[in-house]
């Protein structure tokens, strides 16, 4: 299995702070690294999809980047709404495997 | 599409945990949906269960496999998990979802979870 490694595991930051998280594959995955949002009582969103493309409806501050190993994705300007944890997936081979979460949380 | 998750929410340990996703919209049949079992234990990580084609092929993770059977019913635009010999460890929000193939070749529509939890 590839296994993703998200870092850091908590983030604090505060509101209009540029947030920046990685993820890392264990092996290349080329750009088949997908991005998620979940909040605590909702479904994951996707925000990302092979690594930079922004799924619709998602606000432009969300991008990513990266191909092989690693990944990064960044809030340009963190807003209230964008406080959650974030997951990495990648969709290169089965089983799809997720990182292990990011937890963006109020400094 | 959307989805929507049913079934027991409360599964005795050593029994099956069954779960149906009912698909509403008209991609059911697409060629470009695989669809997914995912959970996430409280206070823990996303951990895909498997997946089934609309042909019937299912494909599961190995951490997973011996137990899980997962289903589909295209006259009902339906397709169901079943977790075999289940312990507390399977306690979990279980979400079905659908894997859009080429673009954006991820789980795109997810539906809005159900716990589920194994206690006697």
């Known amino acids: 299995d590839i296994q993703m490694t998200q870092s850091p595991s908590s983030l604090p930051a505060s509101v209009g702070d540029r947030v920046t998280i990685t993820c890392r594959a264990s092996?290349?995955?080329?750009?088949?690294l997908n991005w998620y949002q979940k909040k605590p009582g909702k479904a994951p969103k996707l925000l990302i999809y092979?690594?930079?493309s922004l799924q619709g409806g998602v606000p432009s501050r969300f991008s990513g980047s990266g191909s092989g190993t690693d990944f990064t994705l960044t809030i340009s300007s963190l807003q209230p709404e964008d406080f959650a944890t974030y997951y990495c997936l990648q969709s290169y081979t089965l089983p799809w495997t997720f990182g292990q979460g990011t937890k963006v949380e109020i400094k | 599409v959307q989805l929507q998750e049913s079934g027991p929410g409360l599964v005795k340990p050593s029994q099956t945990l069954s779960l149906t996703c009912t698909v509403s919209g008209d991609s059911f049949s697409s060629d470009n949906y695989y669809w997914s079992w995912i959970r996430q234990p409280a206070g823990e990580g996303l951990e895909w269960i498997g997946r089934?084609?609309?042909?019937?092929?299912?494909t599961y993770n190995p951490s997973l496999k011996s137990r899980v059977t997962i289903s589909i019913d295209t006259s009902k635009s339906q397709f169901s998990l079943k977790l075999s010999s289940v312990t507390a460890a399977d306690t979990a929000v279980y979400y079905c979802?659908?894997?859009?193939?080429?673009?954006?070749?991820?789980?795109?529509?997810w539906g809005q979870g159900t716990m589920v939890t194994v206690s006697s």
């Open positions: 092996q290349s995955i080329s750009s088949y």
């Open positions: 979802a659908s894997f859009t193939a080429l673009v954006p070749n991820a789980f795109d529509i």
């Open positions: 089934i084609y609309k042909s019937g092929t299912a």
């Open positions: 092979s690594a930079s």
